[in-house]
């Protein structure tokens, strides 16, 4: 019972199933919860196979409430070798994502179990104040073909599932993830953070030493108005984006020509790469949803710090307490 659940959970569940001198007998709160975690600190010979880069203990294949939670552990070839993938969800979650329309996908480097590299995440939109993490994937690499193995994977593994198809989803700029997406889901919009887009233009800004010139010198309102255009819609950026740039003063400096070159190629005038279709927000705003991925990566933040960094192995890094939470 006791590599099970929170602490207040096993506690309350010994107390239903014995009498109360037990708990007395067994100390304070804090003595009671010292003994769990000592408990959960005893591995038995398949959870300390799965550390040592094996098969999934059989308890972390299931929810704390005993349910189906590994979907599958598969490993694949791509261009760099083998890459294996375990991905978890339970009945529930998928569920809420074979009703959800729309999704969050992002994944963190920050707190990852060894061997793997990412830990990967789909969330339901369920509502503007609700983004509930359904999919977690443990993944080696960052290749095309490992996150459209994981999306297959996802679409068999419910029947509700294999008719699924979003119509959005959001995350960052990676082109791996967006052509996996657009594979597996032709039909479906994926569209990138907004956040992510203005720290890329502001990247290259600072990489062309025009940023501060961007944020206190002459040109700042032409930075400013730069950074409404995520807001028009996507037929009429092109037009918008070439009138902001009319507004600066001739003749126009090299490196703020580089930085207006660089946005034409790649984000106005891309028909591949970041069209314009993929980082308007005016759908978004006038639907009410996130412009941005914050959401996800404040789940990752708040994940990354709950797990002890000093040694990242997979039984330290239990998932199925945020399925269920």
Not at 72 to 101: C, E, H, N, W
Request: hydrophobic fraction near 40%; aromatic fraction near 12%.
């Amino acid at each position: 019972m006791a590599n099970h659940g929170r602490p207040r959970e096993v506690i309350n569940a010994v107390r239903k199933k014995y009498p109360p001198l037990v708990s007395i007998a067994t100390g304070s709160y804090n003595a009671k919860r010292k003994i769990i975690y000592k408990a959960k600190g005893v591995k038995d010979d398949d959870t300390m196979e799965m550390d040592r880069g094996g098969d999934v203990a059989p308890q972390f294949a299931r929810t704390l409430n005993g349910e189906r939670f590994l979907v599958k552990d598969s490993t694949i070839q791509t261009a760099t070798g083998a890459s294996r993938m375990v991905v978890f969800a339970s009945d529930f979650g998928v569920d809420l994502l074979a009703d959800s329309r729309t999704v969050f996908c992002d994944g963190t480097f920050d707190a990852v179990p060894s061997p793997f590299t990412q830990l990967f995440t789909i969330h339901a939109y369920v509502s503007e104040s609700v983004v509930r993490p359904v999919v977690f994937c443990f993944l080696s690499d960052k290749q095309t073909a490992s996150y459209e193995a994981v999306l297959k994977i996802v679409s068999e593994s419910h029947p509700r599932l294999t008719v699924w198809e979003p119509l959005l989803v959001i995350c960052d700029f990676e082109i791996a993830l967006k052509n996996a997406f657009r594979s597996q889901f032709p039909r479906t919009c994926v569209q990138g953070c907004l956040f992510h887009l203005l720290q890329s233009w502001r990247r290259k800004a600072e990489q062309l030493h025009i940023y501060e010139e961007f944020t206190k010198g002459s040109i700042k309102d032409f930075w400013a108005r730069l950074k409404s255009i995520p807001f028009i819609d996507a037929s009429q950026t092109k037009q918008f984006f070439d009138l902001i740039v009319a507004t600066v003063a001739m003749p126009i400096p090299q490196n703020i020509q580089d930085f207006i070159d660089y946005l034409s190629r790649f984000y106005i005038e891309s028909t591949d790469r970041f069209p314009p279709s993929m980082w308007s927000v005016v759908d978004r705003t006038m639907n009410g949803i996130h412009r941005t991925t914050n959401v996800v990566e404040t789940w990752h933040k708040m994940l990354t710090s709950v797990f002890s960094k000093k040694k990242w192995i997979v039984t330290s890094f239990d998932v199925r307490s945020f399925d269920e939470s």
